[in-house]
C-alpha cells in the first residue's frame, strides 16, 4: 500500500489518502489550500520521499 500526505510547514497533515497501486495515474486536489509552502510525503513499504509544493 502506499499513502500519499500533505504537511504545512508547521507538521500539521492536511490531507491523507490511500494510494491505488493498479493505476499509474492519481489525481490530489489542492485547491482549497491557501497560498504557502507544503511538504507531500509519498510513503510505501520499501521508502519514504517529501518533495516540497510551493502553491502561489
Request: no cysteine; charged share 25%; aromatic share 6%.
Amino acid at each position: 500500500m502506499i499513502s500519499l500526505s500533505i504537511i504545512d510547514i508547521q507538521g500539521k497533515k492536511l490531507q491523507d489518502q490511500q494510494l491505488d497501486t493498479s493505476k499509474n495515474i492519481h489525481t490530489v486536489y489542492i485547491d482549497t489550500l491557501p497560498k504557502g509552502m507544503y511538504f507531500i510525503r509519498v510513503t510505501s513499504t520499501k521508502d519514504v520521499i517529501v518533495k516540497k509544493l510551493l502553491i502561489n
